[in-house]
């Protein structure tokens, strides 16, 4: 009888912890980085370096969820930026800069064709990357459309 008491205590302990929760993340919050311009011998020009400050280091790892314009990387609807800003004006048009776009990798049941500027909310891991030159420098990691 003791036994039985202390597992359903322990299972209705597991049950009503709370889930993790989702940090609402704003494009001023990911302003919060300085670039450096550096020479890459994988491209032959000169590319920025990221330094990212104590708000945004503190955010890394963490499940966040942000709003954007959604801007297609190829023709198969495979890889998506999320930007702060439309197509038109967006980091690689030249408009703005890197802190602006944040790289989406879809988790697979959420791969699909969206449609260029639509304003859509994801969530997902959120990791900054200071050494892959192949990747932007935020990457939302195991992303979903949110709620």
Same mark, same amino acid.
């Given at each position: 009888?003791?036994?039985?008491?202390?597992? #359903?205590?322990? !299972?209705?302990?597991?049950?009503?912890?709370?889930?993790?929760?989702? =940090?609402?993340?704003?494009?001023?919050?990911?302003?919060?980085?300085?670039?450096?311009?550096?020479?890459?011998?994988?491209?032959?020009?000169?590319? *920025?370096?990221?330094?990212?400050? =104590?708000?945004? $280091?503190?955010?890394?790892?963490? =499940?966040?969820?942000?709003?954007? &314009?959604?801007?297609?990387?190829?023709?198969?609807?495979? /890889?998506?930026? *999320?930007?702060?800003?439309?197509?038109? /004006?967006?980091?690689?048009?030249?408009?703005?800069?890197?802190?602006?776009?944040?790289?989406?990798?879809?988790? #697979?049941?959420?791969? $699909?064709?969206?449609?260029?500027?639509? &304003?859509?909310?994801? $969530?997902?891991?959120? !990791? *900054?990357? !200071? /050494?892959?030159?192949?990747? *932007?420098?935020?990457?939302?990691?195991?992303? =979903?459309?949110?709620?």
């Amino acid at each position: 009888m003791r036994c039985h008491f202390w597992g #359903a205590v322990l !299972v209705g302990v597991i049950t009503t912890l709370p889930g993790r929760a989702q =940090e609402f993340l704003g494009w001023e919050i990911l302003a919060d980085v300085q670039f450096e311009s550096e020479y890459s011998e994988t491209w032959g020009v000169d590319i *920025l370096t990221a330094e990212f400050g =104590e708000i945004v $280091k503190s955010l890394e790892g963490n =499940e966040v969820v942000l709003s954007g &314009y959604m801007i297609p990387l190829d023709a198969l609807g495979t /890889s998506y930026v *999320l930007s702060r800003i439309p197509n038109a /004006s967006c980091f690689f048009c030249g408009g703005a800069g890197p802190e602006t776009v944040v790289s989406l990798q879809l988790q #697979a049941q959420h791969l $699909k064709r969206y449609r260029t500027d639509a &304003y859509l909310t994801f $969530k997902g891991i959120l !990791v *900054l990357n !200071v /050494s892959n030159e192949r990747q *932007l420098n935020y990457v939302l990691r195991e992303a =979903e459309p949110f709620p």
